[in-house]
């Protein structure tokens, strides 16, 4: 299993797991295929989205470990 951390790429996210996307969704981020998601961490859409980092970071942990 993959583990995911607050300096993972969103992009590498969702080339591990494509199901993650909803996870990005509901923190405001609708871009998914934007620029910014190619090359922006989990830490940094974070905080442009107001959002715990530790807290998303561990629920796409969760959702994986339980696949």
Do not use: W
């Amino acid at each position: 299993m993959a583990q995911i951390t607050k300096d993972t790429i969103i992009m590498d996210v969702l080339r591990i797991d494509p199901e993650t996307a909803p996870f990005f969704l509901e923190i405001g981020m609708h871009c998914l295929g934007c620029p910014s998601a190619s090359g922006e961490s989990i830490e940094q859409a974070a905080m442009v989205h107001g959002v715990d980092a530790d807290e998303l970071v561990n629920k796409i942990n969760d959702y994986l470990a339980s696949k």
